[in-house]
């Protein structure tokens, strides 16, 4: 239960910062530019994602954290469905972290603060994300 409530609470603050980005927040930046190198990647002329794509990306984080913490109270008639949507939200976690660490997929951020990032905290959350899904189904 203890692990159900720290991955939900992590995939909640998660949606949290992106809609803090999507509504003109600049953290771990200074400005739209810098916020960019920071998470995206890309610098020459890319903008922040607008409220809408955040938005989006905020709300399937939520929805991953409720689906995390039905395994405290699962309601019984949709388990089977929901142990199968946790075991794609563990593929799609373990899939970004593991894609870290293909040198190919992200050599477009080579050189920016995203790359070092994501290196050392973006692909380890994931794959923590999923290690910690994975236990929860188990």
């Given amino acids: 239960m203890l692990l159900a409530l720290l991955v939900a609470g992590i995939l909640f603050l998660l949606a949290a910062i992106h809609l803090y980005w999507g509504s003109g927040g600049r953290w ?6 810098s ?8 610098t020459r ?8 794509a955040s938005a989006a990306v905020a709300l399937a984080l939520a929805t991953g954290g409720g689906l995390v913490l039905a395994t405290i109270f699962p309601p019984p008639p949709f388990e089977s469905w929901l142990q199968t949507a946790r075991w794609i939200l563990f593929a799609v976690f373990a899939g970004r972290g593991v894609a870290t660490y293909v040198p ?3 050599r477009y951020a080579e050189g920016t603060p995203f790359s070092r990032l994501n290196r050392r905290a973006y692909g380890p959350l994931c794959l923590a994300i999923a290690l910690g899904i994975c236990a929860i189904q188990l």
């Fill in 28 to 33: 771990p930046g200074h400005d739209e530019a």
């Fill in 104 to 106: 190919s997929v992200f």
């Fill in 45 to 52: 002329g890319m903008k922040a994602p607008g409220l809408l």
């Fill in 35 to 42: 916020m960019v190198e920071h998470v995206v990647g890309r």
